[in-house]
């Protein structure tokens, strides 16, 4: 059987620049590659355990799960390990043996119809910053190898989508004036810097925004030029000063 795996995540949705649209636009797309009905994005870039962003869920779920099971969540307690092994797992094989047997019975929203549970973590620079999973109701099976490995995959594709997301947002943000030398900057070349600082190469940065390596090449050497920085090293430095705490 032929599997589909999409080729992008939902453009229109992701140029709506926030993480929320992030997690719609990933729902559209891997509905159909991994049958998940609904999906939960914790950003993480602001800190432990994050803002959570629930995808085709009733209406009290998210405020029941921050008040309720968010603090005994076994995926939280994996992601603020780091996820220590290859960035995608299970909820099965995160639960007590125990408890692994309550499944689909017993989800951690109990009544909400969710049964099984695929995460997969977003890093930048080896720091975990957000953490999207895919769900599927309690009629269905759980997921399997098979889904790991497809998911394992289509990871390096979600996070570039995420940090063209983070970079689309910080363009939007103003920049402190008086001495910051990135004022300068055009909003491209603010997106381009953004992503450029996360440790995206000039090819990563063109899948990103849909244009050639070679452009982003001519780009780059102009946001170094205004920033005043000789190189990538020095550009991140100094876009997590200035940017960072505007945001």
Partial sequence: MTIPVP???APDLLHRATPAA???AAMLSLRPVFGASRAVLSDRRGGRPGEMHFVNWPSWCQAHYCAEVRARDPIRSWLDRE???NGVARLSELLPAARRA????EPLLAGSGAGFVLILALREQNRIVGALSLVRDAGHRDFDERDRGLALALLPLLEMAYH???A???ATVPLSTGNDPLRALTPREREVAALAAAGHSNKSIARVLDTSPWTIKNQMRAV???AGV???TELSALWTAQSAPQR
Avoid: W
């Fill in 7 to 9: 080729t992008a995540i």
């Fill in 22 to 24: 992030f997690a719609q």
């Fill in 83 to 85: 996820a220590s092994d």
């Fill in 102 to 105: 309550t499944l689909p019975r």
């Fill in 164 to 166: 063209g997301v983070i």
């Fill in 168 to 170: 689309r947002g910080a």
């Fill in 224 to 226: 170094l030029h205004k």
């Fill in 230 to 232: 000789r190189n990538r």
